[in-house]
């Protein structure tokens, strides 16, 4: 199991599907793989001294939660965010979106 970090430049739900598309043009998923979605404001969230969570805490908030299901993922990135900055006004939204890659299955639909 992988997970993997896409910045989302466009926010909008095809910025979303346009980033989803771009990575699995470039790889092979296998179950179990978690895709990370987030926008600028997660890596550009600031602490007191003006300092940016940046995309090295993310990985590293990634790493640090292991094999944990999407739900948790996404709270230990969360929390980790939340710890840097301490409280300190955020000047853009934070969106993050943790999706697992379930295999070939499909749904049935009624």
């Given amino acids: 199991m992988k997970s993997v970090a896409v910045s989302v430049e466009d926010p909008s739900p095809s910025g979303i599907a346009g980033a989803i598309a771009r990575l699995i043009a470039s790889g092979d998923l296998a179950p179990g793989d978690r895709i990370v979605l987030y ?3 997660i890596t550009e969230a600031q602490n007191g001294a003006q300092e940016f969570f940046g995309r090295k805490r993310l990985r590293e908030a990634v790493r640090h939660a292991g094999s944990a299901n999407c739900i948790d993922l996404h709270r230990a990135i969360q ?5 840097f900055t ?3 006004e955020q000047a853009d939204d934070l969106t993050l979106v943790v999706v697992e890659y379930s295999g070939g299955r499909r749904l049935k639909t009624p």
Avoid: F, H, P, S
Avoid at 79 to 83: F, G, N, P, S
């Fill in 86 to 88: 301490a409280g300190a």
């Fill in 79 to 83: 929390q980790a965010v939340l710890d």
């Fill in 39 to 41: 926008t600028d404001g």
